[in-house]
Nanobody, 128 residues
Framework: QVQLVESGGGLVQAGGSLRLSCAAS????????MGWFRQAPGKEREFVAA????????YYADSVKGRFTISRDNAKNTVYLKMNSLKPEDTAVYYC?????????????????????WGQGTQVTVSS
């Protein structure tokens, strides 16, 4: 089992920045990829960004490319999501997720079903 705990959410004005953190514990050696997803009220959960644990290869949704950066610190078993130039439409609950499944990860990273473990979520609210 892997446990994930997110932190760093909050209220920020449009154009501002936030950094989310996701600390992993438990069987962290089994993690192959980690991702960030978000869910706004009344909408489906959507992919935001992902990173492969061994080589730091990264993936982004078109809506956040150039504004968000995902990174990881293996020593701390932590993945980060730095969010710049935030927009009101970025408002959502942000979830961290981990996957031990290396088979086809490079084409499945954007699917919620790829991830076995999920955090509890952290609220990000961007005011206009």
């Amino acid at each position: 089992q892997v446990q994930l705990v997110e932190s760093g959410g909050g209220l920020v004005q449009a154009g501002g920045s936030l950094r989310l953190s996701c600390a992993a514990s438990g069987r962290t050696f089994s993690i192959y990829g980690m991702g960030w997803f978000r869910q706004a009220p009344g909408k489906e959960r959507e992919f935001v960004a992902a990173i492969r644990w061994n080589d730091s290869n990264t993936y982004y949704a078109d809506s956040v490319k150039g504004r968000f950066t995902i990174s990881r610190d293996n020593a701390k078993n932590t993945v980060y999501l730095k969010m710049n130039s935030l927009k009101p439409e970025d408002t959502a609950v942000y979830y961290c997720a981990a996957s031990p499944d290396r088979f086809g990860y490079s084409v499945k990273y954007h699917r919620a079903s790829t991830y076995y473990y999920w955090g509890q979520g952290t609220q990000v609210t961007v005011s206009s």
